[in-house]
C-alpha cells in the first residue's frame, strides 16, 4: 500500500531518533525565543504592565530583535583574561544542559508495521545517571567563566555560583533516589510507564517530599529566583557573566533558559506522569491516545480561532489596526486542522492505517508532555516574579540543614514504605 | 559738640550739622529723597520726617538742626505712618514701570516702598502722563517718574554753574526740566542721573543696556584727564556698561564729568587690537615678543642700544612706566627716552564750592603726567618725545619702542618715524599699530591695575574691571617679557611687586602701599 | 551611627513551612497576571508616543512669550526672569522700542534648555506674564545649539498649547 522506501525511512530506528532532536531542540533552542517573550510578557502581567508588545504579534518578535542586538554588539574580552577559558565557560553550560536531553523520551513506545520504537534520542538503560553525572559539569561553565575573567565581582559570583549548585546537587541527586526506590528502575521510559493509569500512580502523588526537594534543588541548579546569587546585581554586579557581552553573554543567558527547559521536562518525566493523561486508558479505551488525536487538533482549530479574533481586532491603546493577514492565517490553520481531524474520523484512519494512527497516537503524547512542560516553564517564570531572592547564609542554611536531612528522611520513609510494599 | 539721642542710641553731633547728617554718619538711616549731601536743603520731599521728643508736630530730618539733649525716634509708629502716607502721595503719579526703568535696584523711592509702603494703591484716578522728552545728546526726561525733589534744579544751579533746569506749571501740571526743551548743554549733565533719586531723568548713553543688580561693581579711576576722579565701573559679561563716580572728598566729590563717563566707548570700540601684528597681519603674541626681543638684543649686542628710543606714555600706568624705563635704562642701555605727557593746567587743582566748569575738568588730558615725570625723569634729565622723533628722522635712531601712545596724534602728521626697526604696544589698531613693524596688544585702564598720580601728586589705585580683549596686557608686562627675552631676568609676577620697587626706588614715593592703600589715596611729593 | 532593631512579626508552625506561604504569593502574582490578560484596559500604562498622558494644568514644558496683537513680544525686557532664574539659563539683551507706548523690547532673548530646570521662576517673576511654560515636553534634539532657544522659537506655536500663565 505504501512504498517500499517510505515504511524503510518510517521502520528505521534513527528516523525516529532524528524526530527526537528535532523535538528536543525546539524545546530548547528555539523555545528559547518563546521563553525570552514569556519572561518578559510573565513579568510585565505579573507587574500589571503591557511588556513587550511592539514588534510582531503580541510582541514575540522582541525575542529575534533582542537576539540580533546581541549578535551585533561588540564582543569584549577583558584584560588579563584568560582567553580560551573565557570563551569555552558559556559553552559548557549550554553543553551540559543540551546533553541531558539526550536521554529524555517524549513519548512512548508506538508500533510501525510490527517494530516498536520511540521518540528518545539515546534510549541508555542508565539514563538516570547520566543525567545525574552531567547536569554536574554544569558548574564548571559557571566556576570557569568567572575566573577566566579577571574580575573580582566575577570570581565571587562564580564561587558563590559553584558552592550553590554543589550544595544542592546532593540534596537533587538524594531525592531522586526515593523516586528510584519506588519506580525500582533507572530508565527514564519506564518511570513514566509506571505512572500509567490513574492520577494516583504519579510520581507527585507517590512521592510528594521528593517532588519539592527535587523541584527546589532544580530551581538553585538553574540558578533561578530565588537562589539566583549568581547574578545579584546589587551586590556582585552581574555575577560570573559581568565581563561577558555580545552572544558570549548570549549563551550564557541561553544556557539558562535551556537548563530551565531540561529541568521542567525532568520533572514532568519524573513526577507528572510524562505523556500520559491519568485514566486514559478507562476513559479512552486501550489506545487513548490514537483515539485522542482529531479531538487535539479540533482544539488546536479552536485556539487558532481565538487567537485569529484577537488579532483582527484593532488595538486600542496603541492605536494599531488589527493584523488581519495573521488572523487569515491562523483562519486558514484552524480550518486545515479542523479538516484533518474531520477526515481522520471519517477516514477512520486507526482501523484502516494503523501505522498513520501510531503516528498520531505519538504525536498526541508529544504535545501532551509539552504541554506539561509548558506548565512547569512558567512556574520558573512565575516563581521568579513572586519571590524574592535569598541570602547567601539562608541559601546555604536552606541547602544544608532543611534540604539534605529532609532528603535522607525521604529516603528513609520512602524505604520502609518501598520495604512495606505501601508504594 | 551736641549731643542727642537717636532712637535710644546717643551720639555726638557737631553744632550745625542736621539731624539726618549726623544720624547718617552714625550709620542710622533716616530715608530721604531730596537731600544731597553736597546740595542745599530744601525739605520738600518730606520723607526724612521724624518724631522729636517735646515737639508737637513731625519734624524732617534734613532741615532740623541738632541742639543738645535732643531725643529723636526715627522708627516709631507715628513716624512710619507718616512715612506710609509721604509714599502714598509720591506715588500717585509715579508709574509702575520699574521693570522697564533703569533706576529700578538702585531707585530710593523703590526701596523705601518696599521697605515702608503700601503694597496696594489707593488712588482710582488717572495718573498724569506726559510724553518722554530728549534733553540733548546726553539724557532722556520721564516727567511721569519726577517727585519734584529738585535736586537736578539745585545740582545744575548751585554746583554745576548751569542755571538750565526750573520747575514750570503748577500743581498736577508742575514739571521739571529746560523750559521750552532746551538741551541741557553742560559738560556735567550726566551727573544729573546719578542726582535723580528716582528714574525721571536716564542717561542715554546707559539706556537699557543693563540692570543694575546684575552688573558688577567696580572701584576704580577714571582716566580721562590728570584729576583722577574715582569712579565704579559697572560691568556685566565682561564689557564695562557705565562709569559713575565714586565719592572723593579730594577728588571729585560725588561728580564725574560726561567727557570721562564716556571714555568707556574708547575701551568697548570695534577697533580694539587682540592679537600682535607683524606689518599690519596678525601673528600670535609670543612669537611677535621672541622675534621683537631678538631683534633689540641684536642692537645691544652690537652696542648699538644707545640708538634704540623709547617712547613711554602719561596714559600708562606708574607701574608701566616704572619698567618701560627700567627696560629703556638697565636693558637696552639707551639714554634716548621720552614720554608722551599733557597739557599744563595753571587753575587750582583743589575741588571748591565754586562752579564745577572753573576747576573740574583739567586741561591735562593724561591721567599721570605728573607721576610719569616723577617716575621716568627720576631726576635725570630725558628728552621729550619730539625731538626724539626729530633724532630718528635724523637717521640718529635704529630703533623704536612705542607703548601705548599714537605718535601720529602726537606730531600731528599721519607718518610714523621711518626707522630699521619700529615696536609699538596699542589698545586700538591705531596708525603707529599698522605701521610698527611689530605691534603687541595693550590693556586700557579699565582692563588693569596699577597706580596713577595725579596732578595734584595723589597716588590712587586703578584695579581691573574686565578682561583685555584677545591676548592684551599691560605695558609693564610687555616690557617684563621683551627684557626676560633678552635676559635680563626679571621677576615681576604682579603689579604689586612693581608697585613695592616704585616705592624704594622713585624719591617720594616711600610711603606708596599697593595693598594697603586708602580710598582716597596717598599723596607723594613731586621730585 | 545608631542601630535600629527591626522585631519582624513571629511566624507560626504553618508559615514556616514556607510551601504555602509561597503558594499564596504565586495566586497573588497569577491573579495580577491574570487581571492584566483579560483586562488590559486596567493597566496603568501609557502607551506612549501613541497615547500620551493628559497633563496638569499647571505642568511645566518649554517657554513661550505671549504676543501682543501686532505679534510683536510681550516682553518688556526688564531682566526679572533672568534675575531669578536658580541656573542662569536666561540671557536678554533689551534695545529702545519703537512703539513709544511699550519703551523697552528684548533684541534677543535666549534660553539655554539645556540648562534650564523648568523650576518655572521666570514665569513667577515676570510682571507682564509675557513668559509661560507651555505643555510641550518633547525636547530631545540633535545638537545642543538646538536647545538654545532664541527669541523666534519662544514666539511660535501659540496656539499649540496652554501652559501655566
Redo the contacts between chains.
Sequence with gaps: MIPEWVQDILTSKWTWAALALVVAYVLTLVGIVVYTWLERR?A???????GPNRRGPYGIVQAVADAVKLATKEDVVPAGANKWLHAVAPMIGMTVALTIIAVIPFSGDFELFGQTFRLQIADMNFGFIFILAISSLAVYGVALGGWSSNNKYSLLGSLRSGAQMISYEISLGLSLVGVLLIYNTVKLDEMVIAQTGAIWHWGVVQAPMAF?IFLTSSYAEANRVPFDLVEADSELVAGFHTEYSSLRFGLFYMGEYVHMAVSAILTVILFFGGWHIPWAEEIFGSAPYVTLFPWLLFGAALVCLVIAWDTSRPR?????RGNLLLAFLLVCVAGSAAALGGLYLAGDVQTEIPWLASICGMLTQVIVLVLKFAFFFWLFI??R???PRFRYDQLMKLGWKVMLPLALLNIGVTGVLVLLGVL | MAKLTIDGREIEAQDGQSVLQAALECGIHIPHLCYHPALKVVGSCRMCLIEIEKVPKLQVACGTPVRDGMVVSTQSERVRKARRGVLEFLSINHPL????CDQ?GECKLQDYCFEYGQAESRYQEDKRRF??QDLGSTLVRDMNRCIHCTRCIRFLRDVAGAEAFTLYERGNRTQVGTYLETPVETPFSMNLVDACPVGALTSKHF???G?S??MEKTRTLCAGCSRGCNVYAWSQKGRVLRLTPAENEWVNRFWLCDYGRLTVNDVNADDRLGDALRLGDCVDPEAALDQAAAKLKAYVDAGAGDKIGVVASARLTNEDNYLIRKLAREVLGTRHLAFVEGKEDDRPFEPSDRPLTEWFIREDKMPITWGARDIILSGEPAGDVLGLIAKARRGELKALLVFGEDLTRVTGEDRVVEVEFLFATGTHKTRTVELAHIAVPEATYLEKGGTFTNEEGRVQRLRPVVAPPGRARSAWQTARELAGRMGAGWSYRATAEVTAEIAAKVPGYQEVDFIEMPEEGQMVEHA | MGVKQIHRPPQNAWERLY?FE?AR??G???K??L???FK??????Y?YP??KRPLAERFRGRHRIRKREDGSPLC?????C??VCPPQCIDIT???SDD?AV??RPREFKINLLRCIFCGMCVEAC??DAIYMSHDYELADRTREQLQLGLDDLLENQDNDEGEG
Design positions: 510573565g510585565a502581567f505579573i507587574q500589571r504592565r503591557p519539592l486600542r491603546r496603541v492605536h494599531t512565575w516563581v516574579w513572586t519571590l | 514701570d520699574c521693570p522697564v529700578a510724553p518722554e539706556r537699557f543696556k540692570r543688580w546684575l | 510551601v509561597i504569593g504565586l497573588i502574582t497569577l495580577h497576571a487581571l492584566s490578560w488590559p484596559g486596567h493597566m496603568p500604562t502607551e501613541e497615547v518688556v525686557a526688564c531682566y526679572c533672568q534675575t533689551a534695545e529702545e513709544p519703551m523697552k510682571p507682564r
